[in-house]
């Protein structure tokens, strides 16, 4: 196994060589020296460890021994690097970087990986080196940075053996980012791949339903939980974690019956859970909450008493303890649990908010007050506008209290004074037992700790003199600066009860002892991670769990509340837990960790090497300075912003280390006690491996346009003969002709950057006046220009004499009443504004759900909506007769909707007019327009396709309402498009140039939003700010938009008025160039691209002429590159005995695409043997049809060219003079 480009017996050979070089001269090497020196025997044992064995390889128990080896391999290669200054062959710095991350020290292997990054400037051709680096990343959370690292890796590699690793982290943290789509999309690819992996199919199954009702999905939740408890043998933990989401999902949400049936099924699942897994406090605590909810008091104590001996202290079962003494009128005992509450999660809004609700019924509104605020301050707070009015009404004096018992003496913070943390009671009781041999500082400490518990007990009992129940009592743990821990032994429990407190009314204060570290054999939890609520897993700086707690996730759970509930998250699987917690907040930015290395100053420093020349040689300095980020040879980088990918909440080692051993057990640790693989021992997942047929490609795996300059001129013979062989060779489908291409990167902000008054520029427009203009040839040339990125052209139904009104809505519910509308539920905000439902802060995040409906009920809306605002005009106009100034008004009402709540509206979009039979007339209007921005021409690359696309080479119809919004977006692989409003409203356009969309790429990324898939609407201060330009105009009836390729751009309607819109295709070298770059870059991001760039590339060297030189190249790349990977895989295939069967196409065709990865599969289709049997055709690419069968016996390989065809097509594609006359079909950028 090579992981750098050179084998790890090679590197340790050059590395005795370079130490024998530094040591001639001296007579011989002390005992030291030669414990380092690694044998012949150690250097073959550690020639296949690097990085894909991370997670695979045991390093306790019988695994000490391979322990012992890397830590002797690492301080040999940390040895040399003293001795050789630095000076070494990069693939030694990645190689040490394997070897740190396989022993788990994080800090050094992520300096040894960013030192090889340093010096290696085809790093990315190392897909070892970039699995590393993301399981580093992963680990300290940095998930932006992850993300990044891992979409690289199946760039590079698409058959990587650990892809199943990649795509189960990618689902998980894609799932934390609240981005759904994708989550579900990897979480699908890991499940297919029957490779070996760290989580069971049957946890990846309760990771998709869990996110199903994260979705808020519940029935598709429920039926996927179901489902997972019929699969045989299935695990303990798994199933009782199963069974715990069905108990709290029936209880929260309307899945059964009323509420009686409701709850009925929820205490059965919990009471099933348990029994399963009797430990789970989780499931005592809501098995506690139904309770509660039906009036079952004394059972709800029980559970929540269990739930705090089981698990660990959870500020959710304190308040929901706090809730149902205030319920009991125990105002002193709930105080007490809702000061528990918070104090274990500061940033707890619920608990808050019930503790001000308390103070406020005892007649305390300043101490209520106080309360609000700390609950408005809570990032998970979703009532901020109600509480700052309860605070407003609080503040102006008002009397109106339902006093029900002072607790006037006990203002909150005097009860924080008065009550002890059990770390404290703990203490107290160690003083007393060992009061004899006690210190005077030790005495003094005691009398103090026994006074301030005195105080305590009388403060408790002088509020209420009788308890709920005298055989029964809550948990009370005062605050203090730490997070108490409880501890889950129930011997520990019990002592610390029966000291202390006692009497009938006694409450039982735990010990602080840490929660011993569960053994990962007996604990399968710490495979399933979860996240509660809607968020993910959600942490604020107010509130991080300690070291050695599992991840809770912060939901509010007190009665009433209707949030979803989380599952067990006892330890977020690979290591997506607390060390640092704001990275899952904010996750794509922050500084550079202080990672240190202690130990070694000296070798700290030549890691950090010339990037850091002020290093000394004897302290402890950074690793971390030298980051992908920081660097600016390449725009290859992994980091695509100088942006760090750490938190500045990053652990020192010391605290790293220890925060390792005491938390749980997950994906992230190698030695997390698997000793098999679902079955399989580590040398069987070493061998898994390995497949029966060569790895080759038979597809395109990187950029199509050429990075370098590349020869295109021999004939197909010869590059056929060039390549004869290769895959059986052992080519593998991560090495592409000549050299690989790097992994796409959005382009920077260009430079310099425009001043202030440059960024609203006015928009290109062009009036006709007659026919003679519309078809005059500059036009063309002009809105093709690439320095043009939109072109409004105006008066152009006008000069064509179109026939608008065959679009209009009546003429359509005449043609087709019933047609399908897809329909767009959107809020009716300002159009350079965006905010949250509640009208309190600017976002990018734009609300547009999804419904259908027809045209005509679409059609009846549409002039409801314009009837009612007819209405609300006039009686505006009788209330407001003095205010005739229209625009003041505007703004005073624009002035009103930002502050919510906000209208909702509903868009008409993607109406399908593709049908020739049912909208003759419309589009044989459109034949009327110009060739370049027609439908179907010669010149539009999208008319050679071959195949309908909708939306793109047909056209689409959106009836809108004032308001309706089409979010931010470039055009399907950033092909040109065409827009006609039809009237009678206008429309507002905001546009972007294509150089700048990386920026706006990063702005989603910084809101938790998909570029490409999310729905957003950019806020227009951020990009002013960030010197981004915007155009901005009107588009009125009869106007034409041309957006160029590439361009950005969001819309929203004035009035009411339909729009028409396609896309075409310029015969270009820019148009070609990005529409081949954004699906590189969709292939890169897992998302499917629409138009097949292989495919409509072969089809053009058949149809077209092409004269443009760059475009020319551009084609001819392309089809060289693709004429290879047919032949090395074909030619693979054959010679492993797997039969090619020639199947051939039929006319109008689709391009295929994989039903599993959906990238695009040219040529040879992995068909599965049912399919090809029922003539369905289920395609598979070749790396998915591997992973679901490693030996592809149950699949057939359809072949649709022959070879000889693609070589006659390859030769006959030649670069033609220019002929003026076809300017206009065939022009250039």
Not at 621 to 650: E, F, G, L, M, R
Not at 676 to 685: A, C, H, K, Y
Request: charged share 20%.
């Amino acid at each position: 196994m090579n992981s750098c480009g050179v084998s790890l017996s090679a590197a340790t050979v050059a590395l005795g060589d370079e130490a024998k070089k530094m040591a001639a001269g001296k007579a011989s090497r002390d005992s030291e020296e030669e414990s380092l020196s690694l044998t012949v025997e150690e250097r073959e044992a550690l020639g296949g460890m690097d990085s894909r064995l991370f997670g695979f390889v045991r390093l306790h128990e019988d695994g000490a021994r391979m322990k012992t080896l890397l830590g002797k391999a690492v301080r040999c290669y940390e040895s040399l690097i003293l001795k050789a200054e630095g000076k070494v062959d990069s693939d030694f710095f990645c190689q040490l970087g394997h070897f740190n991350l396989l022993l788990e020290d994080y800090s050094k292997a992520l300096s040894a990986y960013q030192r090889y990054y340093s010096l290696q400037s085809d790093y990315w051709k190392n897909a070892a080196f970039l699995y590393g680096l993301g399981l580093v990343y992963f680990y300290y959370n940095a998930f932006h940075w992850a993300i990044k690292a891992f979409q690289d890796v199946l760039y590079v590699d698409p058959s990587f053996c650990r892809a199943k690793e990649i795509h189960l982290r990618l689902g998980l943290m894609f799932k934390v980012n609240t981005d759904y789509k994708s989550s579900l999309k990897h979480f699908q690819l890991a499940l297919i791949d029957c490779n070996p992996c760290t989580l069971s199919s049957a946890e990846i199954q309760f990771h998709i339903a869990h996110l199903y009702e994260t979705q808020r999905k519940y029935h598709s939740a429920k039926e996927a939980y179901e489902q997972l408890l019929q699969t045989e043998n299935l695990p303990a933990q798994v199933k009782a974690t199963v069974l715990q989401q069905l108990g709290w999902m029936h209880h929260n949400m309307d899945i059964v019956g009323d509420k009686a049936s409701k709850e009925s099924y929820a205490i059965q699942y919990l009471q099933k859970s348990l029994e399963a897994d009797p430990n789970s406090g989780q499931s005592w605590y809501f098995l506690g909450r139904c309770y509660s909810s039906i009036g079952k008091v004394q059972d709800a104590f029980i559970s929540y008493r269990q739930s705090i001996d089981k698990s660990e202290a959870s500020a959710d079962t304190w308040c929901s303890i706090g809730v149902l003494y205030q319920q009991q009128n125990q105002p002193m005992d709930a105080l007490q649990a809702y000061i528990c509450a918070v104090q274990l999660d500061h940033g707890h809004a619920a608990a808050w908010m019930d503790l001000g609700t308390l103070y406020e019924s005892c007649n305390q509104p300043q101490d209520a007050i106080k309360c609000y605020l700390n609950a408005t301050r809570s990032k998970r707070c979703s009532n901020t506008s109600t509480l700052a009015a309860r605070i407003k009404f609080l503040q102006n004096g008002s009397d109106n209290w339902n006093v029900v018992q002072s607790l006037s003496h006990h203002p909150v913070q005097q009860v924080y004074s008065l009550c002890l943390t059990p770390q404290k009671l703990q203490h107290l009781e160690q003083l007393r037992a060992n009061r004899d041999n006690l210190s005077p500082a030790q005495k003094r400490q005691l009398e103090q700790l026994e006074s301030q518990f005195v105080l305590m007990q009388q403060v408790r009992h002088k509020g209420v003199a009788q308890g709920l129940h005298k055989s029964q009592s809550s948990c009370v743990s005062g605050p203090n600066e730490e997070q108490p821990v409880f501890s889950t032994e129930s011997a520990q429990y019990q002592q610390a009860t029966s000291t202390g407190i006692k009497k009938p009314n006694e409450h039982l204060t735990l010990p602080s002892n840490s929660v011993p570290q569960r053994n990962a054999d007996s604990h399968l939890s710490s495979h399933i991670a979860t996240s509660g609520g809607q968020q993910g897993i959600i942490f604020t700086k107010e509130s991080k769990p300690s070291k050695n707690r599992s991840l809770v996730p912060e939901t509010s759970r007190h009665t009433g509340d209707t949030s979803n509930g989380c599952a067990d998250v006892k330890g977020l699987s690979n290591h997506v837990h607390q060390l640092i917690a704001d990275a899952v907040s904010s996750p794509n930015h922050g500084d550079s960790p202080n990672l240190l290395i202690g130990d070694n100053p000296q070798l700290s420093a030549l890691l950090i090497g010339k990037a850091n020349d002020n290093v000394g040689t004897g302290t402890c300095d950074k690793v971390n300075n030298i980051h992908p980020a920081v660097h600016t040879k390449t725009d290859h980088s992994v980091a695509s912003s100088p942006s760090s990918a750490i938190s500045t909440a990053t652990p020192s080692p010391k605290s790293t280390e220890q925060a390792s051993i005491n938390s749980v057990t997950s994906l992230n640790s190698p030695h997390s006690g698997i000793h098999t693989v679902n079955g399989e021992g580590l040398e069987n997942s070493q061998n898994s491996t390995k497949v029966d047929l060569p790895l080759v490609s038979h597809r395109s795996t990187s950029q199509i346009i050429p990075s370098m300059s590349v020869s295109i001129c021999p004939s197909s013979t010869e590059v056929l003969k060039a390549f004869r062989n290769l895959g059986k060779n052992g080519l593998s489908n991560s090495c592409v002709l000549l050299d690989k291409c790097p992994p796409p990167r959005p382009p920077t902000s260009p430079y310099p950057p425009l001043p202030k008054d440059k960024l609203n520029p006015p928009t290109p427009s062009i009036y006709l006046e007659n026919k003679r203009d519309a078809f005059f040839p500059p036009l063309h040339q002009f809105c093709t220009n690439p320095k043009n990125p939109v072109t409004v052209i105006r008066g152009l139904a006008g000069a064509l004499k179109l026939d608008l009104g065959l679009f209009s809505t009546k003429t359509l519910v005449e043609a087709n009443n019933e047609h399908m509308v897809e329909v767009r539920t959107q809020l009716l905000q300002p159009a350079d504004e965006n905010w949250d439902p509640t009208g309190t802060k600017k976002i990018w995040h734009c609300e547009s759900n999804r419904s259908h409906t027809t045209i005509a009920k679409y059609a009846q809306y549409q002039a409801s909506s314009f009837q009612e605002s007819l209405r609300e005009e006039n009686e505006k106009r009788t209330q407001h007769k003095d205010h005739s100034d229209n625009e003041s008004t505007s703004s005073e009402n624009s002035g009103r909707r930002r502050k919510g709540p906000f209208k909702t509206i509903k868009f008409g979009t993607n109406i399908d007019l593709s049908d020739n039979k049912k909208w003759k007339l419309q589009l044989h209007e459109l034949t009327k327009l110009p060739a370049f921005v027609r439908v179907v021409s010669a010149g539009n690359l999208l008319s050679h396709v071959g195949h309908t696309i909708l939306g793109m080479n047909t056209v689409q119809l959106y009836m809108k309402v004032p308001g309706s919004r089409t979010p931010g977006h470039q055009e399907n692989n950033n092909f040109c498009s065409v827009n006609i409003n039809i009237g009678p409203g206008d429309c507002e356009w905001f546009v972007v140039p294509e150089d700048y969309w990386g920026v706006l790429n990063d702005f989603c990324e910084k809101n938790n939003l998909n570029f490409l898939m999310s729905s957003w609407w950019p806020n227009l201060e951020d990009l002013y700010e960030a010197n981004v330009p915007v155009y901005r105009f009107i588009q009125r009836p009869g106007d034409l938009v041309w957006i160029n390729a590439g361009t950005v751009h969001w819309v929203q309607a004035v009035g009411w008025c339909n729009n028409i819109a396609w896309n075409v295709g310029p015969l270009t070298a820019c148009q070609y160039k990005l529409a081949v770059e954004r699906y590189e870059w969709n292939k890169l991001k897992s998302v499917k691209s629409p138009v097949p760039m292989v495919h409509l590339s072969w089809n053009m060297a058949r149809n077209i002429k092409v004269s443009d030189p760059k475009l020319f190249e551009m084609i001819k790349y392309c089809l060289l590159k693709i004429l290879k990977q047919c032949q090395t895989l074909r030619e693979a295939l054959v010679a492993a005995g797997k039969e090619v069967i020639w199947h051939g196409r039929t006319n109008d065709e689709p391009a295929h695409y994989c039903s599993i990865c959906e990238v695009e599969v040219f040529n040879l289709l992995f068909v599965t043997n049912e399919s090809n049997t029922q003539k369905t055709y289920i395609v598979h690419c070749q790396d998915c049809a591997r992973k679901t069968s490693r030996s592809l016996e149950n699949f057939v390989v359809l072949e649709q060219y022959k070879m000889e065809d693609l070589i006659q097509v390859y030769d006959q594609f030649t670069l033609t003079s220019f002929f003026p006359d076809t300017a206009e079909e065939i022009g250039s950028c």
